[in-house]
């Protein structure tokens, strides 16, 4: 599956501080691969599942999930998905002329392209830019809004150092190592994602990591700020929106496409987190 989205809204100006062009998510298949090659904007992969590599610079980085990798404009760079175990990843393409100030206030550059994923934020971009996409009275400012969001992330987590940019050696293979909490939170995360329709437990999601579920739910609310549980909740609603303001559905047919069979407990859940009905949203 690929998914590619243009943004239709243009900039204000021939030159603007910053603009996000495209967004898009794929499931590559085994040994998909990109390059060596250049483009002519900066562009952003997230990684959701998976496993794969990043060359650049004569380095060899190995990534999987939770782990994001940046490529400049007019730099090589290649990368592959593995070929036993695939990555799913999501992407932001963008330029603009700050973009390079922002960038020069972090270790990145582009032989070290790599950097772990803000789970707060990047977990769930795609699906924020397209809710995005969907309000076209706002949505170069929300798209411009998250595109900021994510550039300061980057600055918050990798900051150049006292003494400039940490380099590698020339001969380097590196997997680029995260944190085992990280890579679980993030396949907790790409699991609730795919499947907030069904009737998801806490019990289920730490069985199918093969985790106990408190320790799940310890790791997972210090990554991302919220309980599983309540993670769902926010998301099943974020998406419910979306489906209502297209004023396609009905509040029933909403509620199931979002996991609830009871369009009653739907509407009371809805009412709880966004303070207006469903029918007064819509």
Partial sequence: MRALHDNPDRPFR????FYLSHFGKEDCVPSHAF?????????IHF??????????GGHTY???????FLAYPDKLIFY???????????????????????LARTRLTPETPIFPMDMRLMPNLYELLREAEGRPVNRDLR??????????????????????????????VLPMPTRKQDTYV????????????????VEQLASTLGLDRKYLSVIFKE????????????????RAGELLRKGQYTVGEVARSVGYQDALLFSKMFKKLKGVPPRQYR
């Fill in 143 to 172: 798209m411009t809004s998250l595109l900021i969001d994510v550039l300061t992330s980057i600055v918050e987590q990798m900051p150049v150092s006292a003494d400039g940019r940490a380099g590698v050696g020339a001969d380097a």
């Fill in 47 to 56: 990684v959701h599942r998976g496993t794969g590599i990043v060359q650049a």
């Fill in 14 to 17: 021939e030159d603007p501080d």
């Fill in 223 to 238: 990554a991302t700020g919220l309980p599983p549980q309540q993670y769902l909740l926010h998301y099943r609603m974020e």
């Fill in 62 to 68: 190995r990534l999987t999930a939770g782990q994001a």
């Fill in 186 to 201: 993030h396949r907790s995360l790409d699991f609730l994602h795919c499947h907030f329709s069904e009737p998801i437990t």
């Fill in 35 to 43: 390059g060596p090659g250049v483009r002519d904007h900066y562009k």
């Fill in 80 to 102: 592959q998905a593995d070929a036993a175990d695939p990555w799913t990843y999501s992407w932001v393409g963008f330029r603009g002329d700050r973009v390079a100030d922002v």
